[in-house]
């Protein structure tokens, strides 16, 4: 059996998690979900990331230790996942063992073979990004990722030499034009290297200054770098130190999904600290846009105010309903607007007015002209269209979700929805009844139960809840109907 091995970043445990960090997993999950449907032994990977200087003063805010900090926002994700149907294998934290021995592990590798160096930097730093911006690329202090303030700091550190394997990664990049989806992210990440020489990354912190990191195995006075320390995970979540078979068998990862704020961390630095470590790149980086809320298309953040909560979302719309607006009202790898206006949109008209009509006029059919029982075909007169559109939806699903284009799948199967729909007003079935056309009658039902078995097939990835309704309302000889799947959200109340 050939395996999938997909991951989400680890997420900072200073804050709650929001649509944004939800937006990655259920992508993700679907995806996941996907590939053990299409026989792949999967591993889906998801995670917190523990160490640094933004958890160790949220920490000190709540007036607790850091990992007692962590502890209670883990169980927030953990939680989170559970509620939106997130099929994860592993979670993990960057503060349990086998991580800390992986990244110890890498280190001393790095260090052995001289591509880690101990140098003084001196020069501007940001605190909320962990990030050293030399003196060259810092205009007027301020920091070119987040825009706030940076510190001027002087220090003696640990440094990995990116430098060596700039050539390196361009050939990469050059040799695998799919490596980062979709291609503009490609091109801004291949442009990154190509256009400037890189400056090697410092990995480690002064423990005088942060303490809440891994320790560096070669210095008493240090503790890993977060970056360096996080990107990790990826590895020893498949026992690079711990479980050598397992490794074998995983990696290389078949994709990392991120967001495209750390496209620089996952294609740049990360290829090039497996390639230092003798190991190979994954195959592939996801890197979709970001969620951003209001007319203004703010960024959403604490001290804005503006942070949504998934939960609250699904608790309001249903797990399903909010897994498909995020998928479908954007195009991954593109930004989007984020309001309850437009969820209550695409709710009203793709779920209640497409999807739940379609299948709740067909129980109401089968219910007064069958009683329940679902008439099989007698394929008098074969709707070519919808037949051919049945033929290929899974191979059209396919080819899309290869290149992660959640959106391109979702129209193509509300294709087949809004087909068998059209057809419905066209053929006017009760028509069919009164004249006594029981043949036709009994074609065209059949025909949309198969069209509504066939979206429940592909839509069980996206909307898995919603799938297995809707399975088990036509699964026997007799139709079990419920309430309306989506019934219509009043605005006006
Ligand atoms: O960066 N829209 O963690 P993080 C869409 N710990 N996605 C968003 C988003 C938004 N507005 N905001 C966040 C870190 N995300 C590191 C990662 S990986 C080894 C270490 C999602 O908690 C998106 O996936 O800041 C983004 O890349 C990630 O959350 C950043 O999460």
């Known amino acids: 059996m050939s395996k999938f091995y997909l991951t989400t970043p680890l997420y900072y445990v200073n804050a709650a998690p929001h649509i944004g960090h939800s937006y990655t997993n259920i992508a993700a999950d679907v995806l996941a979900r996907y590939k053990r449907k299409s026989g792949f032994e999967v591993l889906f990977l998801t995670g917190t990331d523990e160490h640094g200087q933004k958890v160790e003063r949220s920490a000190i805010e709540a007036e607790l230790s850091p990992l007692e900090f962590a502890n209670k926002t883990v169980g927030k994700f953990k939680d989170l996942w559970q509620k939106l149907s997130i099929s994860n294998d592993d979670f993990i ?12 592990k890498a280190l001393v590798i790095l260090y052995k073979k001289g591509d880690i160096y101990e140098a003084k930097y001196e020069g501007w730093y940001c605190t909320p990004c962990e990030t050293f911006w030399p003196q060259t690329q810092g205009p007027e202090q301020i920091c070119p990722d987040c825009k706030r303030k940076l510190e001027e700091i002087s220090e003696t550190n640990f440094f990995f030499k990116l430098s060596k394997y700039q050539d390196w990664l361009t050939d990469y990049f050059k040799a695998h034009p799919d490596f980062v989806l979709p291609g503009f992210r490609y091109n801004e990440a291949l442009s990154f290297i190509t256009q400037q020489k890189l400056e090697d990354l410092c990995i480690s912190r002064p423990k005088a200054r942060m303490g809440w990191g891994i320790e560096v195995p070669f210095s008493k006075e240090h503790v890993t770098y977060v970056w360096f320390d996080a990107l990790i995970n990826y590895i020893s979540a498949v026992g690079f130190e711990n479980d050598q078979n397992k490794f074998k068998k995983f990696w290389p990862a078949d994709v990392h999904f991120i967001g495209k704020d750390i496209l620089r961390q996952h294609a740049i630095y990360w290829p090039i600290m497996l390639r230092a470590l003798d190991l190979e790149p994954p195959y592939k980086i996801a890197a979709h846009g970001w969620w951003l809320i209001g007319k203004s298309q703010e960024k959403m953040s604490k001290s804005k105010g503006n942070v949504i909560d998934p939960a ?17 009202d954007v195009p991954f790898g593109l930004d989007g607007t984020f309001s309850e206006s437009s969820i209550i949109k695409r709710y009203n008209s793709d779920l209640a007015n497409d999807l739940g009509n379609l299948v709740y006029r067909t129980l109401t059919m089968v219910e007064k002209y069958y009683s329940g029982a679902v008439p099989k075909a007698l394929n008098l007169a074969p709707n070519s269209i919808i037949r051919n559109k049945i033929a290929v939806l899974s191979e059209e699903v396919e080819k899309f979700l290869q290149r992660f284009e959640f959106s391109a799948s979702l129209e193509a199967i509300w294709g087949l929805i809004n087909l068998a729909n059209k057809h419905v007003e066209e053929t006017k079935p009760w028509n069919l009844a009164k004249e006594n056309k029981a043949e036709e009658l009994k074609d065209f039902i059949a025909l949309l139960v198969e069209v509504i078995k066939k979206v429940a097939e592909e839509l069980s990835c996206f909307m898995p809840e919603t799938a297995g309704k809707i399975e088990k309302q036509f699964a026997k000889d007799k139709i079990i109907k419920g309430q309306p799947l989506f019934p219509r959200i009043d605005v006006t109340k």
Request: proline share 0%; net charge positive.
């Open 93 to 104: 934290r960057t503060t349990e063992l086998r991580h800390t021995k992986a990244v110890q």
């Open 312 to 328: 609250e979302m699904a608790e309001k719309f249903g797990v399903d309903a909010y897994r498909y607006f995020l998928l479908r």
